[in-house]
């Protein structure tokens, strides 16, 4: 069964507004924008600096743990403080 690609809109919406939530912090924001642009520069690397809906569905329909991984490695210094909730 293909991953609803409605779905894999939401966890997009969610995680913009849950980095607008963090930057109303300094050091937060700081943190979540390192862990987006890694997470962004990673699905760039897997799937192209442009795609569609139904791609990022696919990718997302894998899993994401990945994106755990990718911000942990760009903040191994945050990495025990990085909430997958709101980096995935």
């Known amino acids: 069964m ?3 690609i409605a779905n ?3 966890q997009w919406e969610e995680g913009y ?3 607008r939530e963090a930057s109303e ?3 937060q924001g700081a943190v979540a924008r ?3 642009d890694a997470i962004r520069d990673e699905l760039r690397r897997r799937i192209g600096a442009t795609f569609t809906a139904g791609e990022l ?3 997302y329909a894998q899993g994401t743990d990945w994106c755990l991984e990718a911000a942990r490695w760009a903040l191994p210094e945050a ?3 990085l909430d997958p ?3 995935v």
């Open 85 to 87: 909730q709101a980096i």
């Open 79 to 81: 990495a025990a403080d």
């Open 25 to 27: 912090d300094p050091r």
């Open 8 to 10: 894999a809109l939401y």
């Open 17 to 19: 507004s849950r980095l």
């Open 2 to 4: 293909a991953y609803p």
């Open 57 to 59: 569905a696919d990718l």
């Open 34 to 36: 390192r862990a987006a």
